[in-house]
């Protein structure tokens, strides 16, 4: 079933009403993978990205793979020039521990795993992560540095930038098999559909124990997100569902009401407005 233009209007006003009530800044952009239609909140604006840069970075190693610059079957080993703290569980563990790429970008994308994405990082370089981004048409979305390095200071915006109009580029690149081939295409949409733990737009949707929706293989999420200080939480997913799919970014930054970590009026948001857009969209009859 297509989703009819009065029905996005009216979703777009639900999606603005629900983004006015936050305390700091929001954006957002969303496109209905069935008509095309789109809906744009300030998807201009460059904002810092946290975690969600590291789905650029994971379309650029399979850029790599796919020049034949990089092997996803190569073995790298963790290292300490890849040490930071945040997220991850490599961190915890001792240095030597070796890999194959595709599983650093695993633990990278389902855990957001901090040391795996240097070791993913390093196998290809910044400038490199750049130079595919920008081969995408996406001309804000930028990582300025590895993940830990202290020149950024405790500044999200001199980590890393993207907007949500570019990051929902990317992922309709990528559920659509345009980004770098159909194999590599789906691979990355099943690494991202193995998220560990719902803490952005897709929180509200009624996962089960395993992290499945009813009817998994027709009704899923591809998604990643990233938090920071001073209130930025990110997000982006593909939703697919029986009645239609779509492709999603919000980035928040500043909202300092509410509760803290995965409760933060930046997550409550990202979940608010996921929830809306897939029943709006793509949410089965039988769910309601």
């Known amino acids: 079933m297509t989703t009819t233009t009065s029905s996005l209007t009216a979703l777009e006003t639900e999606l603005r009403r629900t983004c006015d009530r936050y305390s700091g800044k929001v954006t957002l952009a969303l496109t209905d993978l069935t008509s095309g239609e789109h809906i744009a909140i300030d998807e201009n604006a460059v904002m810092p990205t946290a975690s969600l840069i590291k789905v650029p970075i994971l379309v650029a190693l399979y850029q790599a793979v796919h020049d034949g610059k990089v092997s996803l079957e190569e073995r790298i080993r963790y290292e300490p020039q890849h040490d930071v703290q945040g997220s ?12 194959s790429v595709r599983d650093a970008a695993v633990l990278m994308i389902i855990i957001s795993d901090n040391v795996a994405t240097n070791m993913v990082i390093d196998t290809m ?35 890393s930038v993207s907007t949500a109009g570019e990051m929902v580029h990317l992922l309709t690149l990528m559920a659509k098999h345009e980004c770098v081939s159909p194999e590599a295409d789906e691979d990355m949409l099943r690494i991202m559909r193995r998220l560990d733990g719902r803490a952005e737009l897709s929180r509200l949707l009624p996962w089960n124990e395993l992290n499945m929706l009813p009817n998994h293989k027709e009704n899923w999420v591809a998604e990643k997100g990233g938090s920071f200080l001073n209130g930025v939480r990110t997000g982006g997913a593909i939703f697919h569902g029986e009645r239609g799919h779509f492709a ?24 608010e407005l996921g929830c809306a857009a897939w029943r709006a969209i793509a949410e089965p009859a039988s769910f309601q």
């Open 248 to 271: 999603m970014s919000v980035f928040c930054e500043g909202g300092t009401k509410g509760g803290t970590g995965r409760n933060s009026e930046g997550n409550v948001l990202n979940g």
């Open 88 to 99: 991850g569980v490599l961190m915890r563990l001792s240095h030597g521990v070796e890999m």
């Open 125 to 159: 370089g910044l400038e490199y992560i750049n130079e595919q981004q920008r081969r995408l048409g996406l001309n804000e979305t930028t990582i300025f540095q590895r993940l830990g390095d202290r020149k950024a200071g405790l500044d999200a915006r001199k980590m």
